[in-house]
């Protein structure tokens, strides 16, 4: 009876619909998503590394033994809970960051498969990566730049307030709105081609391994290792184009500025002392970092892509 009733089953299989596949709120909310928590783990688990790249940055003559050396310094003249210093801005503030970034590329590439049809957006597909990049981490800064200028502020000086909410709470009250936006420049500066050269190169690193792979014929594992990979080249090429506007950014949210002194005048000013050598100043424990956690934001965003049902509709690579 079982063998009988087989073909019938699997003819009423055939005939059923297949599940509709996402769009709209529905698929970007589920990018967005995926985007926070990636970016958010990542960041706020390499909190201790980003405490050792500021304070290089920012005191190169006193941190000058590189990170493992940085590592040593700080446990040894502030304890070990130093280097979790700032890890409630980095959280919160990555969350949102990565949120609006990686939903907000997904969405601005479908906006140029719209604007130019699908073949021609594939053709161009470098440059609807560097639009879409661009334009997604724009609306991303301007949720970020409050909390990572808390952040900055808390590394730089230990006992200016004792988290997030005591940080930017004091630095509202006695410097206003504008202190959390003093970095706004050299964070787009920083942040735009750094998220620019990460996708491109991403995409164009995962396009080359998966043409030999196709994706299809890969394991879920190895889909993760795949994305792992080229996230690592991502993020090694997207830390030094972006380093000596880190650099930068750092300086200008140690402090306040002087009364008068604009933030096009302080930029200025700070990079004519940093030169070229010091605007490099932590690019070693940067490298790692970058490349460790962009590494791991794909691997996770791609992982999670996959469990929340959010694969297709925006691929444009061939």
Not at 206 to 219: D, G, I, M, N, W
Not at 241 to 258: C, F, R
Not at 266 to 293: D, N
Request: net charge positive.
């Amino acid at each position: 009876m079982a063998a009988a009733a087989s073909p019938k089953i699997e003819a009423i299989a055939d005939k059923a619909p297949a599940a509709p596949a996402l769009s709209g709120v529905g698929l970007y909310s589920r990018f967005a998503l995926a985007g926070a928590v990636c970016c958010s783990v990542t960041h706020g688990g390499l909190t201790p590394v980003d405490v050792v790249k500021t304070r290089i940055q920012l005191d190169p003559a006193t941190y000058n033994r590189g990170l493992i050396g940085g590592f040593r310094q700080i446990i040894q003249n502030e304890g070990a809970g130093a280097l979790l210093t700032g890890a409630g801005p980095t959280f919160a503030g990555y969350f949102l960051q990565g949120a609006l970034k990686f939903g907000g590329y997904e969405f601005f590439k479908q906006q140029s498969i719209n604007l130019v049809g699908l073949e021609t957006a594939s053709q161009y597909r470098t440059g609807v990566y560097l639009a879409s990049a661009a334009c997604a981490e724009f609306f991303a800064d301007i949720a970020l730049c409050p909390l990572e200028a808390t952040r900055i502020r808390l590394v730089s000086e230990p006992t200016y307030a004792s988290g997030l909410v005591s940080g930017f709470s004091k630095m509202l009250s006695q410097e206003g709105v504008g202190a959390f936006y003093a970095g706004f420049g050299p964070m787009l500066f920083k942040q735009v081609p750094y998220t620019m050269t990460k996708f491109v190169v991403y995409e164009k690193v995962a396009e080359a391994v998966f043409r030999v792979y196709p994706k299809e014929s890969l394991s879920d594992g190895m889909q993760t290792v795949a994305n792992l990979g080229s996230g690592l080249i991502a993020g090694f090429a997207a830390a030094i184009v972006s380093q000596p506007a880190d650099t930068m950014l750092s300086k200008i949210n140690k402090t306040k500025g002087l009364p008068g002194e604009g933030t096009t005048s302080r930029l200025i000013k700070i990079a004519k002392e940093l030169g070229l050598r010091g605007s490099f100043a932590g690019i070693g424990a940067r490298l790692f970092m970058v490349g460790t956690l962009t590494a791991g934001q794909f691997a996770i965003y791609g992982d999670l892509k996959r469990v929340l049902g959010a694969q297709g509709g925006v691929e444009i690579s061939k």
